[in-house]
């Protein structure tokens, strides 16, 4: 049993600078904004940080997850914390813990829970085992590009591309459901290199093309930041500017949580917006490989994009066959169609949506915006309070069976 530790010793939380991918998850996770970055690292000020383990199961890395045993007096400051290259080596305890109680040593309170996250913090019990960061920023692959095509009207403002990477002979083994982080060429404003930029796989374990060592990714150009002002995204103007044979820097992979499961008859339900689709189109792929098995379950997909058009893979995903895939497009901005979401859809499906949710083989993936989460969430309550079941309880249960899980930013 862990004894508590005397007041002057402080379980100091840490970021690890080489694992992680600087994808702001963590910051903008932390309940008490305990975590800030500079252009080198993301850091935690150990006067803020309270323990409350919020920000640790949404890191994809797992570079959030590092503790350090330290004097209090003596904590590792912000100020050093933004100038490290790597994590300080494990030192004995300053002090022998657990000679006092809690009360006599003036231990601090036990720190506030913090919110529930939305989704699961473990994988399906049958995922297969997934290998996270065999490279990093100090050994990123090269990667060759060997297909860049758009996957979005050309008249449409959706620039979205379907970018194929080939790794040649070197091991790059990944799951439906990880990422990778591209490091673009360059320096920043700071005139550092920059930092690397995540994208979740489109492709399935085996490869885009089965049997070959590539995957795909889908990026969209950004042009503009989120209130619509002009902004020049640097890692999608260069993955989407690419062409054949361009060498890229890869590192990854990433994601422990978010993959399918791999039992037979299990059913997903899929749930994206835009280029949120990349995850469900490598589980779509995974599963349409093994038809002739036999052996899936239900596939259920709500895709939500503006137009047909601004939808990526409209064409290809039409063409699957109705009873392998129930596909529910959700179209905000299509002209002469009321405006839908995919949380209306949901509700539209409730009936379907419940038989699916019945049954414990059942995964749910969400994907997208950040801004679809409670919709999302609101929208499987209502369905699941409807039937006269208590949502909190089902709830419950998806996230501790790894049956629910978010990718959104
Ligand atoms: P988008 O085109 O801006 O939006 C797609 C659709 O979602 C539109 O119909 C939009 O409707 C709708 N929408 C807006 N707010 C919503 C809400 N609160 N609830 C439900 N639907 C909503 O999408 P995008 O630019 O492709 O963005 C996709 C997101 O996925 C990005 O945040 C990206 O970072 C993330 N993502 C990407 C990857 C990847 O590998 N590339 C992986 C994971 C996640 P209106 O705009 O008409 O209101």
Same mark, same amino acid.
């Given at each position: 049993?862990?004894?508590?530790?005397?007041?002057?010793?402080?379980? &100091?939380?840490l970021?690890?600078?080489?694992i992680?991918?600087?994808?702001?998850t963590?910051?903008?996770t932390?309940? #008490?904004?305990a975590?800030?970055?500079?252009?080198?690292?993301?850091?935690?000020d150990p006067?803020?940080?309270?323990?409350?383990?919020a920000?640790?199961?949404?890191?994809p890395?797992?570079?959030?997850d590092?503790?350090?045993?330290?004097?209090?007096?003596?904590a590792?400051?912000?100020h050093?914390q933004?100038?490290?290259?790597?994590?300080?080596?494990?030192?004995? +305890?300053?002090?022998?813990?657990?000679?006092e109680?809690?009360a006599? /040593?003036?231990?601090?309170?036990?720190?506030p829970a913090a +919110?529930?996250? +939305?989704?699961?913090a473990?994988?399906?019990?049958?995922?297969? $085992?997934?290998?996270?960061?065999l490279?990093t920023h100090k050994?990123p692959m090269?990667?060759t590009?060997?297909?860049n095509?758009r996957?979005?009207?050309?008249d449409?403002?959706?620039?979205?591309h $379907?970018?194929?990477?080939?790794?040649?002979?070197?091991p790059? +083994?990944?799951l439906e459901? &990880?990422?990778i982080? #591209?490091?673009?060429?360059g320096?920043?404003?700071?005139?550092?290199?920059h930092?690397a930029?995540q994208?979740?796989l489109?492709s399935?374990?085996?490869g885009e093309?089965a049997?070959?060592?590539?995957l795909s990714?889908?990026?969209k150009?950004?042009?503009?930041? $989120?209130?619509?002002?002009?902004a020049?995204g640097v890692?999608?103007?260069y993955l989407c500017?690419?062409?054949?044979?361009?060498?890229?820097?890869?590192?990854g992979?990433?994601?422990h949580?978010?993959?399918?499961?791999n039992?037979s008859?299990?059913?997903?339900?899929?749930?994206c917006?835009?280029?949120?689709?990349?995850?469900?189109?490598?589980?779509?792929?995974?599963c349409?490989?093994?038809?002739?098995a036999?052996?899936?379950?239900?596939?259920?997909?709500f895709?939500?994009?503006?137009?047909e058009?601004?939808?990526?893979?409209f064409g290809?995903?039409?063409?699957l066959?109705?009873?392998? #895939?129930?596909?529910?497009?959700?179209l905000?901005r299509?002209a002469g &169609?009321?405006?839908?979401?995919v949380?209306?859809?949901?509700?539209d499906r409730a /009936?379907?949506?419940?038989?699916?949710?019945?049954?414990?083989n059942?995964?749910?993936?969400?994907?997208?915006l950040?801004g679809?989460?409670?919709?999302?969430?609101?929208?499987?309550?209502?369905?699941?309070v409807?039937?006269?079941?208590d949502?909190?309880?089902? $709830?419950?249960?998806?996230r501790?069976?790894?049956?629910?899980?978010?990718e959104?930013y």
């Amino acid at each position: 049993m862990n004894a508590p530790l005397p007041a002057e010793v402080l379980k &100091q939380h840490l970021i690890d600078p080489e694992i992680c991918i600087r994808c702001n998850t963590c910051e903008e996770t932390c309940p #008490i904004d305990a975590i800030t970055h500079d252009a080198n690292n993301y850091v935690v000020d150990p006067d803020i940080c309270n323990g409350c383990m919020a920000c640790v199961p949404p890191c994809p890395t797992g570079a959030i997850d590092n503790w350090r045993l330290v004097a209090r007096a003596e904590a590792h400051s912000v100020h050093d914390q933004l100038g490290w290259e790597e994590l300080p080596k494990e030192q004995a +305890p300053p002090i022998a813990a657990g000679s006092e109680s809690p009360a006599a /040593a003036g231990e601090p309170p036990p720190a506030p829970a913090a +919110p529930a996250a +939305p989704g699961a913090a473990v994988p399906p019990w049958s995922a297969a $085992h997934p290998y996270v960061n065999l490279y990093t920023h100090k050994t990123p692959m090269t990667a060759t590009v060997v297909g860049n095509y758009r996957v979005t009207g050309a008249d449409t403002d959706s620039d979205i591309h $379907h970018i194929v990477l080939d790794f040649g002979e070197l091991p790059f +083994p990944v799951l439906e459901g &990880q990422s990778i982080g #591209i490091l673009p060429p360059g320096l920043d404003a700071q005139g550092r290199p920059h930092h690397a930029r995540q994208y979740s796989l489109a492709s399935p374990r085996d490869g885009e093309r089965a049997g070959y060592n590539n995957l795909s990714l889908t990026v969209k150009r950004v042009t503009e930041d $989120h209130a619509g002002a002009a902004a020049h995204g640097v890692c999608s103007n260069y993955l989407c500017d690419l062409v054949k044979n361009d060498k890229v820097q890869v590192i990854g992979p990433f994601g422990h949580t978010f993959l399918m499961p791999n039992h037979s008859r299990a059913n997903l339900i899929m749930i994206c917006t835009g280029t949120g689709s990349a995850p469900m189109r490598a589980m779509t792929e995974r599963c349409r490989r093994r038809i002739d098995a036999g052996e899936n379950g239900k596939l259920m997909l709500f895709f939500g994009a503006r137009t047909e058009r601004e939808l990526p893979y409209f064409g290809p995903l039409m063409k699957l066959p109705p009873d392998f #895939i129930d596909i529910n497009l959700a179209l905000s901005r299509e002209a002469g &169609q009321p405006k839908r979401y995919v949380q209306d859809l949901i509700r539209d499906r409730a /009936a379907k949506v419940l038989e699916l949710l019945a049954d414990r083989n059942t995964c749910i993936y969400v994907c997208g915006l950040k801004g679809m989460e409670v919709g999302v969430l609101d929208a499987l309550r209502d369905v699941t309070v409807q039937s006269g079941q208590d949502w909190s309880i089902l $709830h419950d249960a998806l996230r501790r069976e790894g049956r629910l899980h978010f990718e959104t930013y």
